[in-house]
């Protein structure tokens, strides 16, 4: 099984950047997809970012202020969101999916934006 450990969230005002990192552990041979979904208060968890051998996919709401990388060497994945919005707030959740294995779901990690 995969343990992932999520770092970065916190309280930023609008306008400001964060920077989510997840790392992942275990017996990993490759991974298939990597993946940042997010989840406020009420609402159903939503995928913001995707990103897999064949390019990254995000969700139009955060097109153009966030970016998510991935360190292979380092079965890390990364979530730089810039330009924050009030409505980015919630907690934040990695997903990874390995070669062959089943996903898992990171702890979750706080993003507060105020106004």
């Known amino acids: 099984q995969v343990q992932l450990v999520e770092s970065g969230g916190g309280l930023v005002q609008a306008g400001g950047s964060l920077r989510l990192s997840c790392a992942a552990s275990g017996i990993i041979f490759s991974i298939d997809y990597m993946a940042w979904y997010r989840q406020a208060p009420g609402n159903q968890r939503e995928l913001v970012a995707a990103?897999?051998?064949?390019?990254?996919t995000y969700a139009d709401s955060v097109k153009g202020r966030f970016t998510i990388s991935r360190d292979n060497a380092k079965n890390t994945v990364y979530l730089q969101m810039n330009s924050l919005k009030p409505e980015d707030t919630g907690v934040y959740f990695c997903r990874v999916v390995p070669t062959a294995a089943f996903g898992s779901w990171g702890q979750g990690t706080q993003v507060t934006v105020s106004s």
């Open positions: 990103i897999t051998s064949g390019g990254t």
